[in-house]
């Protein structure tokens, strides 16, 4: 299988073992373009921006080994074991990124804005400054715990 201008040519002839090698080829080659999409995403804005969105992408992807991530809505998106869990935006409002909570309501902490939004919540983040480390992992985590423990059921 050879990679010419984004499209995939195969061989002329395929059996069992060489389909498997290619199915296997496929998923990465398709892995690899939706971090390519994600990375895109975060290039796309300008300094400090981008840092404090691939930062939060390095933080989030940390928090679990279940977590994948894809772009959806064309923005990125987090999941934890095929459910959604949280997104990264940038409010143009407040003119500043944002993680997005997919299950925001169940969470009651003061850093998180609700807005105009039923069921997501976001936390604002100050591009400028340092991000609060502590204070994200302990929201992500808390978040996590509703999948986790079964509150929010996950697909696998």
């Known amino acids: 299988m050879q990679l ?3 499209f995939l040519v195969f061989p ?22 939706q971090m390519n999409a994600l990375d895109d995403f975060c290039y796309q804005h300008p ?3 981008k840092a404090t969105l691939l930062a939060l992408r390095e ?13 959806k809505y ?9 459910k959604m869990f949280c997104y990264l935006w940038y409010h143009k409002k407040y003119k500043q990124p944002y993680i997005g909570f997919v299950e925001g309501k169940r969470l009651n902490d003061p850093f998180l804005l609700q807005e105009k939004r ?3 919540k976001i936390m604002l983040l100050n591009p ?3 991000l609060p480390l502590h204070t994200l992992q302990y929201i992500l985590q808390k978040a996590l715990n509703f999948y986790k423990t079964g509150e929010i ?4």
């Not at 933080?59 to 772009?71: A, E, F, G, H």
């Not at 064309?74 to 095929?82: A, D, E, R, S, T």
């Open 47 to 49: 300094e400090p921006i």
């Open 128 to 130: 400028t400054q340092d």
């Open 153 to 156: 059921k996950t697909k696998e």
């Open 59 to 71: 933080i989030i992807m940390k928090q679990d080994t279940c977590i994948t991530s894809c772009l």
């Open 118 to 120: 039923s069921r997501m």
């Open 4 to 6: 010419r201008s984004n």
């Open 74 to 82: 064309n923005m990125p998106f987090f999941y934890y074991k095929g």
């Open 12 to 33: 002329q002839t395929l059996n069992h073992t060489t389909l498997n090698t290619q199915n296997a080829k496929i998923n990465i080659f398709v892995a690899h373009k």
